[in-house]
């Protein structure tokens, strides 16, 4: 399979669309009593795609109990109590909804010291390569480009890492923060190339907002300043799209 487009009339019909796809991967992997890892996003991009989860979780009695997952990115530092923390976010629009066991949760922690974040960083890549990687990534699309958290100059191999935040990026969370001062200037992000490995990657772009970008992305030279346009390179990748994100593709 080679990178595709699919274009929905609404966000909503895209996100259920997703939210069926994730649901039949973890049943399937349930009849073969196999763990299903996903990776995860945050942003207000895949809010409507976890909320059918949720519903599918308790109208048709999704089990989540073989779901293990990781999230893609955290800002640092960050304390997991703060209502910015993508901690926060996850527990909130998903975790603290499904039946998925506390030790299967894995989100970047935001609080590990200096000293010991390189090697943090390391053993989170570790522990999804031992899973045997991803069978499935969410993602969202920055401004900038960026994939979890990696922004424009990101390789195209990288693994989990700290990263500084591109000045787009801080100005787009500053409304969340309550002004930019209060943006961290580091956060916590798998690579580019611990996204890359995934089995399957689905980027969901709403709006108008993102049309310019997602032009860029999907139809753009493949560069390290936009590195979302990486994913050209894996094969199986779809972008889910609405109208407005669609407008100039
Ligand atoms: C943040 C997250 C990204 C996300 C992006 C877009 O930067 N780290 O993972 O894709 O925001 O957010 P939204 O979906 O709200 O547009």
Redesign the pocket.
Known sequence: EKIHNVIFNSSTEGSLTVAREIADLIKDKQKSNANCILGL??????IKVYEELIRIHKEESLSFANVITFN??EYYPMDKNNIQSYYYFMHEHLFNHVDILPENINIPNGSVSSEDLYEYCIDYEMKIKALGGLDFEL????RTG????NEPGSHFNSGTRNITLDHI?RV??APAFLGIDNVPRK?ITMGVGTVRSAKRIVL?GWGIS?ANILKKTIEGEITSHVPATYLQEHNNTTFVLDKGASTEL
């Open positions: 996003a945050t942003g207000s991009s895949p893609l990115d993602l969202g699309i920055g960026h994939i979890g958290f990026t787009d969370a956060a969901l993102k």
